[in-house]
């Protein structure tokens, strides 16, 4: 808890020249000289207290808790390692949105998302020059992605994951993505694998899995499991696993990812030349691919052909009546059944189309 150090004053009664000779109003004078100096420190002291103490919402304390904020919000921001942009950007949408216990927001994902949402429509919709409203929306979302990371997740159990999370299932050589349906039975409820041309895989009771996961706060998980049994959920075929109390945490992605179902169209890129002569070459033949997952880091699509892994890519598709292009590199390349599903890692994306991905993926463009 900060507070301030009242030191003794360094003096003696008779520095005030207390004889008989001390006239009235210059006791008095003395007196009021003192009481200032102690009121001031007292004020001063009250300032500095630490967040989770907040006054109300009147006019009266309305200054006091615009400092307290301040206080707070730097402290918070050094903490973190926010550059002074992103402190700055931080403080606006903090007040933007009336925010006066900025440690709350920060732990609270839900609540932050919404302070960041307002500030970003108000910019998206200012008449700021094109290039410097990108610019701010870009500061706006880096600022995001440090808070997002700073998250803690408290994951300890399969019941605790959220319906609609994608597990990524390995069998044999497949790695199986598939939706939880729900977790609040007796054993983990999730939709039956599917091939990439539709049709259902029925792994055989009592085999062993491992599956992988990544919350919304881009953390990963994996645990073993095995098939309970088969079921239906809501009419549709199931699978029935069973629950672990056994999480592992993983690692941390850089940024969030979110899934999707985005057509998008793929052009080789190769390198022509060598030394400072080398240039990029787009090839004019096109791939068509569905984009399962994306995060201005990178995305996961499915396409039918093979794809070697190493190659660059262009990708291109719409958002929000948005063009977006990135140039990207395979990372992984996974068989399931009859198509290809890759991994890309992003190389090259413009502060528009990075933008243009971040307000889909944390939803901030939609109502």
């Given amino acids: 808890m900060g507070s301030i150090l009242l030191l003794p004053l360094q003096v003696s009664v008779t520095d ?78 903090f007040k933007t949105d009336g925010v006066t216990e900025p440690e709350k927001s920060i732990n609270t994902p839900a609540l932050l998302d919404r302070h960041f949402r307002r500030a970003y429509r108000i910019i998206e919709n200012g008449k700021d020059p094109d290039k410097e409203k990108q610019y701010k929306l870009g500061v706006l979302f880096s600022t995001r992605n440090i808070l997002e990371n700073s998250i803690l997740s408290s994951l300890t159990s399969t019941r605790q994951l959220r319906d609609d999370t994608i597990l990524t299932v390995t069998h044999g050589k ?16 999730v939709e039956t694998p599917k091939t990439i041309l539709g049709s ?62 985005i057509a998008c169209l793929m052009y080789l890129v ?18 068509n691919g569905t984009i399962a997952d994306v995060s201005v880091g990178g995305c996961s699509i499915k396409i ?16 929000s009546d948005v063009q977006v292009a990135a140039l990207g590199q395979v990372l992984r390349s996974n068989r399931t059944g009859a198509g290809t599903f890759i991994h890309i890692r992003f190389l090259r994306v413009s502060q528009s189309s990075m933008n243009t991905i971040n307000a889909f993926v944390y939803e901030y463009g939609s109502e």
């Fill in 174 to 189: 497949d790695k199986l993505n598939i939706y939880v349906l729900s977790t609040k039975d007796d054993n983990l409820i």
């Fill in 16 to 93: 005030f020249n207390m004889d008989n000779t001390t006239s009235p109003t210059t006791l008095l004078i003395g007196f009021i000289v003192i009481a200032v100096l102690i009121t001031v420190l007292v004020v001063i002291n009250k300032m500095k207290k630490p967040p989770g103490i907040s006054g109300n919402k009147s006019s009266g304390s309305a200054g006091t808790s615009s400092i307290f904020s301040g206080f707070a919000l730097r402290r918070i921001a050094g903490s973190l390692g926010l550059s002074g942009e992103q402190t700055k950007m931080l403080d606006y949408i």
């Fill in 270 to 287: 190769y390198v022509e030349g060598s030394g400072k002569k080398q240039r990029l070459i787009v090839d004019k033949r096109r791939y």
């Fill in 200 to 261: 259902q895989i029925k792994i055989p009771k009592g085999t062993r899995l491992t599956a992988l996961f990544f919350t919304k706060s881009n953390k990963g998980f994996s645990f073993e499991t095995r098939v309970v049994g088969h079921s239906t959920r809501n009419g549709h075929p199931a699978m029935l696993l069973a629950h672990s109390n056994q999480l592992r945490f993983l690692s941390q992605r850089r940024y969030r990812r979110k899934q999707a179902s």
């Fill in 304 to 319: 039918m052909n093979p794809v070697q892994v190493g190659a660059r890519f262009k990708i291109e598709f719409t958002q």
